[in-house]
């Protein structure tokens, strides 16, 4: 299975909510002295679940001189320069048309690039079991967190019943809400409601089918790129990706699916979306032990 595992990483956004800490850093390429970037650690992250090859991070084409600035970063991955911002939906496609083009019974995981994670064993672990359920059963899976408090400055995923028998950590996804009140938050917490961390695994070709479903005329576009070859295919995007039609992943996409699966990990991950000034101080103040540790 994991000679068809691809990483894939949404790196192409500026970041703004962070200027106050980055200054005209975008947040995933910003460095807090010495430490690594929220890039570089995302990589590291997934680096013992595929190789350099199958490591793709999207940036945006004014990142190149960011991406200089991370000695060795082009060697753990292979950098990806998006044209320009038509929207996440196109982000993701423009992300995961090499694998389908070269590997269509590939298994994807997609992930942001700003997130913080303590336990990054048990981070591999639930997503080398979900990709074991998607390889068998197919579908898509979204990765939600134990909910530490009543945050209303998330994005929340209310479950429903379970998946079968092979996992008590999967169970279908009833809707999503997204930033609710802080009265609804609580309500969300005590129902069992999870945090959306926005990390995903499917089939390729399954998470290619949602965008058919959600997003046609979008959709087409990066299927007739991907029977060209990879020269044709980046004079052709160039040519055409000013006039792509915008549209939000989470909102127009998976938001308007209805057999997504969700896969909850537990509280001691220790995950936190470093979205904001507030969220990255109290995630650096986190003990770091559990951030070692083997796949």
Do not use: C
């Not at 595992?5 to 850093?25: K, M």
């Not at 169970?171 to 938050?185: G, M």
């Not at 961390?197 to 299927?223: C, G, I, K, W, Y």
């Amino acid at each position: 299975m994991t000679s068809h595992l691809w990483t894939v990483i949404l790196a192409a956004g500026a970041g703004r909510r962070l200027t106050s800490v980055t200054g005209t850093v975008p947040k995933q390429f910003w460095r807090s002295g010495l430490a690594p970037s929220l890039l570089e650690m995302t990589i590291d992250r997934f680096a013992p679940l595929a190789p350099p090859e199958h490591t793709l991070v999207v940036v945006d084409r004014s990142h190149v001189s960011h991406v200089q600035t991370h000695p060795g970063l082009e060697t753990a991955a292979r950098i990806l320069y998006q044209p320009l911002d038509r929207g996440t939906a196109a982000g993701v496609l423009y992300a995961i048309l090499p694998v389908l083009a070269s590997d269509p019974d590939a298994i994807v995981v997609l992930s942001p690039s700003d997130h913080g994670v303590n336990d990054e064993a048990q981070f591999r672990s639930g997503i080398l079991e979900a990709a074991r359920h998607v390889r068998v059963r197919g579908g898509v899976v979204l990765f939600g967190v134990e909910a530490e408090d009543d945050r209303d400055d998330y994005g929340w995923i209310v479950q429903g019943a379970r998946v079968g028998s092979t996992s008590p950590r999967l169970r279908r996804v009833v809707h999503f809400e997204e930033k609710p009140t802080p009265v609804r938050a609580a309500s969300l917490r005590a129902s069992g409601a999870i945090w959306n961390t926005m990390v995903l695994v499917a089939r390729v070709r399954d998470l290619f089918a949602l965008f058919e479903r959600a997003t046609p005329e979008l959709a087409q576009v990066f299927e007739d790129a991907a029977g060209l070859s990879t020269a044709d295919r980046a004079h052709f995007l160039a040519a055409v990706y000013s006039g792509l039609p915008t549209f939000d992943f989470s909102h127009h996409v998976l938001g308007s699916v209805t057999d997504l699966i969700a896969y909850e990990w537990p509280a001691s991950l220790g995950w936190s979306d470093l979205g904001t000034p507030a969220r990255l101080e109290h995630w650096r103040a986190r003990p770091r032990a559990r951030r070692i540790g083997a796949a």
